[in-house]
């Protein structure tokens, strides 16, 4: 554990406390993709299928636990809270997130580190989770409309996996025989795709306007 891997687990928790702050306060999904959450959730119910197998830590359990329940209750949510649920925006949020499955998984069988069904399942996880966040990317763009909480929610989403970067940068340089080309190349592909929106996001708290992306 280094200040780099906390702090970026820590701005992944507090993207997810932002995400479920807004949907059980205001009971409102507006803006939300649905496609992202259940990527989402599938990320990580692949990525910990050992959570009962293999103790790493408490805090490494606890941080599964927290991922892998904060997915499922908010694919839940938005699919099923009788109130919630009539804010979601399905006209819109149409970005066909499935056709990134099987792409993802011939990619996870073919470019692994060891052929086994709980590797290419990581594998898998770490290619998924490179581009889950793109239906939720389109249907900003389509909306224009981005309350401060869903801006929030997606800032602090890129900058856990740029704060992963450098984590990966510090124990390269301090730990021996430290290199994964598989997560590297994916969450700097990751952290490319919000380029744009940290562009607008930036340039919003500069100017003090609202946040709008580009159609």
């Not at 780099?4 to 939300?32: E, N, P, Y």
Request: glycine content about 2%; hydrophobic content about 50%.
């Amino acid at each position: 554990m280094n200040i780099f891997r906390l702090a970026g687990d820590m701005t992944h928790l507090a993207s997810v406390l932002v995400l479920l702050l807004k949907i059980h306060t205001i009971k409102s999904c507006s803006g939300v993709s649905l496609k992202t959450q259940e990527l989402y959730a599938l990320v990580f119910a692949t990525r910990y299928l050992d959570i009962f197998i293999t103790y790493v830590s408490f805090y490494n359990t606890v941080m599964k636990l927290i991922f892998l329940g904060s997915s499922f209750s908010i694919v839940w949510y938005i699919r099923r809270h009788r109130v919630v649920r009539r804010s979601y925006d399905k006209d819109q949020d149409t970005f066909r997130h499935l056709f990134l499955l099987l792409p993802c998984l011939v990619l996870a069988l073919v470019i692994n580190e060891k052929f086994t069904f709980k590797e290419v399942m990581w594998t898998f996880s770490i290619y998924l989770e490179a581009v889950a966040i793109l239906p939720q990317l389109v249907l900003l763009q389509r909306t224009r409309n981005i309350d401060n909480l869903t801006g929030q929610y997606v800032f602090l989403l890129g900058a856990y996996r740029a704060l992963y970067i450098l984590n990966w940068i510090y124990r390269y340089f301090t730990e021996e025989h430290y290199v994964h080309w598989i997560t590297w190349i994916a969450g700097i592909i990751q952290t490319l795709l919000y380029a744009d929106f940290f562009y607008y996001y930036f340039q919003s708290w500069k100017n003090s306007v609202k946040l709008e992306l580009p159609a």
